[in-house]
């Protein structure tokens, strides 16, 4: 009786385990230099967004982020070991797919001090399919 109860706990933990690991359908690896910004387009509908981010200061372990989109900008201070490693945009109003709505993730990953370098990792969630990103090349 305990074993069968311990297998179906194992299945079901490993299953959930698996369906929550393919939330993102995209994940791009980003590095950037002090001041470089990095430019995504961001398609839906009929409908064409710009996302830029870039950072701009390192200092005790802290990355400032500078981000906008939409006409909304904000600044983030992103740890590597702290819990604010990333941010999350919103690519769409919530509308009616208030508990699905499309977005990106992106995770502050290491500081290389050779090169001067911040890694980041990009992350889209988009269940849907409705947000396709065309990744810029920088000016």
Do not use: C, H
Request: net charge positive.
């Amino acid at each position: 009786m305990l074993k069968s109860i311990l297998q179906i706990f194992l299945v079901l933990t490993f299953g959930f385990s698996t369906f929550f690991a393919n939330e993102y359908r995209e994940i791009k690896q980003i590095s950037l230099k002090k001041d470089e910004q990095k430019k995504i387009l961001v398609k839906y509908d009929k409908i064409e967004k710009l996302f830029k981010f870039r950072w701009t200061l390192y200092t005790n372990g802290g990355l400032v982020v500078f981000r906008s989109y939409d006409r909304i900008v904000a600044q983030n201070i992103l740890y590597i070991r702290e819990k604010n490693q990333s941010f999350k945009l919103e690519l769409k109003s919530r509308g009616s797919d208030y508990y699905d709505v499309p977005y990106v993730l992106v995770k502050f990953k290491e500081f290389d001090y050779e090169t001067n370098e911040a890694l980041f990792e990009m992350f889209l969630s988009d269940k849907k399919m409705q947000v396709s990103l065309e990744y810029l090349e920088n000016d």
